[in-house]
């Protein structure tokens, strides 16, 4: 019995594989570039080549496909409701009615443009997490903001945030696993009675987790202050990011696949 | 009446990159009013384990059998399992939660359907087993001190009154009057016939009290005997990461030089075989 699998919420999934060597700042930017084109595409068979692409970066990553189609499970419920609103509240030919429920042709089609479109938007998403470490993407992110910290935007800082919420994300997980656990041998149960009764049940998780969250944001505080921790400026890198050709190669290769894709999408949709 | 494993075995993510296993063909078996013990280095299975016999996790690969009851998916004895077999988990005082000292303990057994009207009796019981002071009751167990909320946690279990009672590294981060303790405690419970499985990597916690021990090493069984026999078996064929007590390795060291004595783990018996009765 396990009740959260890190896995679902995309975690870093190591692996020598080119996609995990490359410098985060390079997929940072593919990804946006990847995202955009996916909001801008309209063809089936355009779509068609988002899967194509999809499978191709997948096995570059040498990630199980499954793996990667798992990390959409979380959101897999969004889809299916953005999806059923498009289904039932299009205007346009109707195809069936019952009652007052009316769907339409647009409305399929709208329906999957969205669903499909939210679908990869987070399958591309996710591999900015499953092939870069944590620490690797905040340090990415500072890099690509820094030009702004000299009108005040606290890269460095927001950069410190995410990569200690980011870090200890699995840390909870395992440790509200934990704590379950230890309730449940002592009788607890967590899927019985009505939805008060399972809310209820949850308190005894809740507050030892709290305990422990305070507890350690206390000893990460007073470790870091231990280490004259103040902030970002002065401060080096122990692994300075290092721009090499392949990340200029591969941002290139995604940033003409994407135009090529939304050209070819304007050429067959007009 | 026993606990039984046949053939154990349990992988975490099978079939994704991140898969490790944890057990591999375990098999062991101990009764009530016995107490057995699982040691090996971190990392080689017994956390894995101990959650096996109280159906936290289940078996991948053979069978656990409690009390003739197997422990399965869905199956309705589950519970029943679970309310038999007492698991204290690591640093089990990460876990409380409630308001008083006495509701923390009232939980597991107001659990169980256990009626209010007995329920001041079966915290009075556990603590008093715990050895936690009566004046506690009234208290915060978040300002209770590190020895006196372990003990909370372990009346806090106690109070289902189980009929086994597994404990995953107890003695970690104790002083080592709490630990005496603790084992004296154990022994107690062992005498009015509940079974004991304690997990640790102290063996000579494990040498000194167990009627059986199982050595664990990388999640496979290295060796599952009586304590004497595990030390004769370490001591020619040593495990990563178990030390052996200081006494037993001076006996060996001794009998290496040539000296008459026994390969023991107990100071007394050591000294008897060096300095005669006295
Ligand atoms: N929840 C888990 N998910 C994945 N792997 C785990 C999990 N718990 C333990 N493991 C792995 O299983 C092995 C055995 O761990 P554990 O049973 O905790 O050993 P021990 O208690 O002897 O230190 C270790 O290699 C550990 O990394
Ligand atoms: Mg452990």
Request: charged share 20%; net charge positive.
């Amino acid at each position: 019995m396990k009740f959260f699998n890190h896995l679902t919420f995309g975690q870093y999934v190591p692996s020598e594989s080119l996609v995990h060597s490359l410098d985060p700042r390079c997929k940072i930017i593919s990804v946006l570039v990847l995202l955009t084109g996916i909001f801008v595409v309209k063809h089936p068979a355009v779509f068609a080549l988002w899967g194509v692409l999809l499978g191709c970066i997948t096995a570059a990553a040498r990630l199980p496909f499954r793996l990667v189609l798992r990390s959409a499970k979380p959101v897999l419920i969004l889809v299916l409701f953005t999806a059923s609103i498009h289904i039932f509240f299009t205007e346009g030919d109707p195809l069936l009615q019952v009652g007052f429920i009316r769907i339409t042709r647009q409305g399929l089609v709208m329906a999957a443009y969205m669903g499909l479109r939210l679908l990869f938007l987070v399958l591309f998403a996710s591999f900015l997490t499953l092939t870069t470490r944590p620490m690797e993407l905040a340090d990415g992110l500072e890099r690509l903001f820094s030009p702004f910290v000299r009108f005040g935007f606290p890269a460095h800082e927001l950069a410190m945030m995410m990569t200690i919420a980011l870090r200890f994300i699995p840390t909870l997980l395992d440790e509200t696993d934990r704590i379950m656990r230890a309730q449940l041998a002592r009788g607890a149960s967590f899927d019985r009675g009505g939805l008060w009764k399972r809310l209820k049940a949850f308190l005894p998780v809740l507050i030892p987790l709290f305990v422990i969250v305070f507890q350690r944001a206390e000893d990460l505080a007073v470790a870091m202050e231990a280490r004259c921790y103040r902030g970002g400026a002065g401060r080096t890198r122990m692994y300075p990011l290092c721009w090499e050709k392949k990340d200029t190669a591969a941002l290139g290769a995604v940033l003409t696949l994407v135009v090529l894709l939304v050209i070819g999408d304007r050429r067959l949709f007009f | 009446m026993s606990i039984k494993a046949v053939n154990l075995g349990h992988t975490y993510h099978p079939g994704t990159p991140l898969e490790t296993c944890a057990l591999k063909n375990i098999s062991f078996e101990f009764d009530r009013g016995t107490w057995f013990s699982v040691a090996g280095h971190t990392g080689s299975g017994k956390s894995t384990l101990a959650q096996h016999l109280n159906g936290l996790l289940l078996p991948m690969e053979g069978q656990v059998w409690v009390d003739g009851m197997e422990v399965k998916e869905k199956s309705r004895s589950l519970q029943e399992i679970r309310r038999k077999v007492g698991l204290v988990f690591q640093y089990p005082e990460q876990q409380l939660f409630a308001e008083t000292v006495y509701d923390e303990i009232a939980f597991a057994p107001r659990n169980w359907g256990v009626p209010e009207n007995e329920i001041p009796q079966r915290v009075n019981l556990a603590m008093e087993q715990a050895g936690l002071e009566k004046n506690c009751l009234k208290r915060s167990p978040f300002n209770l001190s590190g020895g006196e909320k372990r003990k909370a946690a372990i009346a806090s279990v106690l109070s289902s009154v189980p009929d086994y009672l597994v404990l995953d590294e107890p003695t970690a981060g104790l002083d080592s009057y709490s630990r005496k303790e603790l084992t004296s405690l154990l022994v107690r419970l062992r005498s009015e016939g509940m079974g004991i499985l304690l997990v640790t990597h102290d063996l000579d916690i494990a040498l000194q009290f167990s009627d059986s021990i199982l050595v664990l090493q990388g999640g496979t069984q290295v060796v599952w005997k009586k304590p004497q026999a595990v030390l004769e078996h370490l001591q020619a064929n040593p495990v990563p990461g178990l030390k052996l007590p200081d006494i037993a390795q001076l006996s060996a060291a001794l009998r290496e030089k040539g000296k008459n004595v026994p390969l023991t783990w107990q100071w007394k018996c050591l000294k008897t075989a060096l300095f005669g009765e006295k």
